[in-house]
């Protein structure tokens, strides 16, 4: 079994910074790829931005150049650095672990809002 431990979502005004942070932990094997997804009420889950165990990455385009996606391969933990924010990136933010193997879990999620 896989757990995902998301944290650092919160309450920002716009133009700030928050950072979110995934660890992962119990049967970590082979870890191909994490991300960061977002969703908000009557909507998909889409994808925020993805890093693969090679350090490759891709982001929505909403978000190129305002959020960065990082990893610790030794702590298995993703984090997301998200600055400039805007109103329209209120969401709840999923962490994603795929597995080499294709098994892929997901984490409760963490509420980020901007507001003034």
């Known amino acids: 079994q896989v757990q995902l431990v998301e944290s650092g979502g919160g309450l920002v005004q716009p133009g700030g910074s928050l950072r979110l942070s995934c660890a992962a932990s119990g049967s970590i094997f082979s870890i191909n790829a994490m991300g960061w997804y977002r969703q908000v009420p009557g909507k998909e889950r889409e994808l925020v931005a993805r890093i693969t165990s090679g350090g490759s990455t891709n982001y929505a385009d909403s978000v190129q150049g305002r959020f960065t996606i990082s990893r610790d391969n030794a702590k298995n933990t993703v984090y997301l650095q998200m600055n400039s924010l805007k109103p329209e990136d209120t969401a709840v933010y999923y962490c994603?672990?795929?597995?080499?193997?294709?098994?892929?879990?997901w984490g409760k999620g963490t509420l980020v809002t901007v507001s003034s």
């Open positions: 994603k672990i795929t597995f080499s193997s294709l098994r892929y879990y």
